[in-house]
């Protein structure tokens, strides 16, 4: 391991002192991990898959960080293909579906910038083992597990931050905030997920730059509230984001909501959010406009009175159109689909419709012929678990789409249906990955 001139050398935590072990380690990261070390590469398994080892959890990925180029990646692993494109990153397949992640070592360019500059040079991408660790968001997803000794390297101070259940920031959180406002979500995400408590100065570096959220591309801010609100710990998290303030920067159509007499609305949230949780930790994958329009409830039960009322079907469109309006408005920064936004909106105006019918799980004939039946039965039982009527049964809807991948990214196509992960043929010509840039 080199130490950069100035550097202060990583805290080596050896086996003896923690719990993990190559063992724990997925079979097929573990053969990328053993591939690139046996070519004489430095390879680590990295960020959330050494915290969850370390705190008892199994992984739900596990990415490693090696000092080898995206081409000679691809060159080891020839059922392989490179993502990205001003940082390049390697999957490498394996049966059933499964991918192996594998980045190089990133530099830490943007964490010493100072001034004005906001965006990284092209021909700065990659660095050492210590810029990769020093790059990163938090502390606590900053470590390093080397499988040839099995040590922990820890060059943040991420491993007494998980002793301690503190979520930090690695660096200045003022510096780092601003250069990626995302940081912020990430930062409240772990804190719901894993029950740790925030270190002050990055809670107080998150209150003062909320507004600084405007700043990012729509397209990430609503990838990460899907992923908050799949991350089954949504009570905690709707509390971090109240306390902060971030809530009504991402949410301000709830503002006038809250604000006024708003508690029982946010209890009623709260417990909604609680059975999304519940439903997801049983392995229920809940589609977009379901989320999203769930989260809607008391929002539109405010500002809909009339939502209440038992409404006929010219009057449940009628209603159905003013509530997408509002919607168009209220969350016209998150960039939702027009069909999603249609969807949540016929989901909120049918929930009275449903709690009028409701005969102790039973339902009329007519209302169970209704194409809508299925999905907003289902809505309306998740509501009504919140209200304190009996537990939703197990969700029968589609999991959520996932976005088709475009031709250029198709895996490569095996012979005869197999080919091997990796490869330790010289194969002769270009290797795509390490192309330069004209």
Known sequence: ????????????????????????????ALKVLTMLQKE???????????????LGKTPKDFDISTDAKPGQIRKLFRNSRTIGRRFRLVQVFFHGNKIVEVSTFRSRSEYDMEGEINVLPA????????????????????????IHNETIIDYTGGVADLNNRIIR???????????????????????????????????????????KLHFCPVSRIRDELLKDLRGGANSHWLQLLLDSGVFYVLFPLYQPVFTENGEAGKELLGRILEVIDRLQQ????????????????????????????????????ALSRRIKDEVDTGLDHLNIKRATKEHIASLLARLQLFADNDQNGNWPAWLKKKSYFRENSQFYTIYREACGGGPAADLELPAP??????????????????????????????????????
């Open 282 to 317: 049983n392995n229920q994958q809940i589609p977009e406009p379901f989320l999203l329009g769930l989260f809607l409830i008391p929002w539109s039960q405010k500002m809909f009175p009339e939502m209440n009322d038992k409404l006929k079907n010219g009057q449940l469109y």
């Open 1 to 28: 391991m080199t130490v950069p001139e100035g550097e202060t050398a990583p805290l080596i935590i050896p086996r003896s002192a923690h719990s993990l072990s190559s063992k724990d380690i997925d079979r097929d």
């Open 169 to 211: 920031i690695v660096g200045d959180p003022d510096k780092r905030i601003t250069r990626d406002p995302v940081r912020m979500l990430r930062a409240m995400r772990h804190a719901s997920r894993i029950g740790f408590s925030i270190e002050e100065a990055t809670w107080q570096a998150i209150i003062r730059h909320k507004d």
């Open 401 to 438: 789409e996932k976005k088709p991948r475009s031709r250029s990214q198709r895996q490569t196509p095996r012979r005869n249906g197999q080919m091997p992960a990796y490869s330790r043929n010289d194969n002769k010509g270009g290797i795509f990955g390490l192309r330069k840039q004209k």
């Open 40 to 54: 004489g590469h430095t390879a680590y398994l990295v960020g959330g898959g050494v915290r969850d080892l370390y």
């Open 123 to 146: 021909n700065n991408t990659f660095g050492s083992e210590a810029d990769d660790a020093f790059r990163r968001d938090l502390t606590i997803n900053s470590l390093f597990y080397d």
